[in-house]
């Protein structure tokens, strides 16, 4: 896929990050939104038979190439794809920006309840090196070392944000 091919088929809108269908296919109208989203929350669009991620085509459509890394989404919202809302970063960088897990009990990304100690643990991940940041008895003790630890090594602010 070329940036070329790409703008032959479809526009995009860099400010709201919709692609739209320049000429009618199969099902679809011209001027018709082209997506479907994933039970990820990303939005994916099928071209010629092949699957592509919207946000890196957002990217192929305004730089004339996919992205070199990864891309993140700045406000946490895998579907919005406005070029305002999309960077390229190292996978490290992008687990820095990571929402919140649905399975999270305290409610901040890298404290949880350590049951062996019967006390809250704080926990950071950094170049894929997991540190314990300490044992707390009081959950708001954690969650503040945990923040600490988020500011010292550079993580967004919308991380583990929902």
Do not use: C
């Amino acid at each position: 896929m070329t940036q070329k091919q790409l703008h032959l088929e479809f526009t995009y809108n860099r400010d709201t990050g919709v692609f739209k269908r320049i000429i009618p296919w199969k099902i679809k109208k011209y001027g018709e939104s082209l997506k479907t989203t994933h039970h990820s929350g990303y939005i994916y669009m099928q071209i010629a038979g092949k699957k592509y991620a919207g946000h890196r085509l957002a990217w192929l459509s305004v730089y004339g190439h996919f992205p070199d890394g990864q891309i993140d989404h700045i406000d946490g919202n895998r579907s919005n794809n406005a070029l305002s809302n999309l960077r390229v970063v190292s996978n490290q960088v992008n687990q820095q920006n990571s929402s919140l897990r649905i399975d999270n009990s305290s409610g901040q990304v890298g404290v949880s309840w350590f049951k062996t100690r019967l006390t809250w643990r704080a926990v950071i991940n950094v170049s894929g090196k997991q540190t314990t940041l300490g044992y707390f008895k009081i959950l708001e003790e954690a969650i503040a070392a945990r923040k600490k630890a988020e500011t010292h090594y550079g993580f967004h602010a919308n991380h583990g944000k929902d």
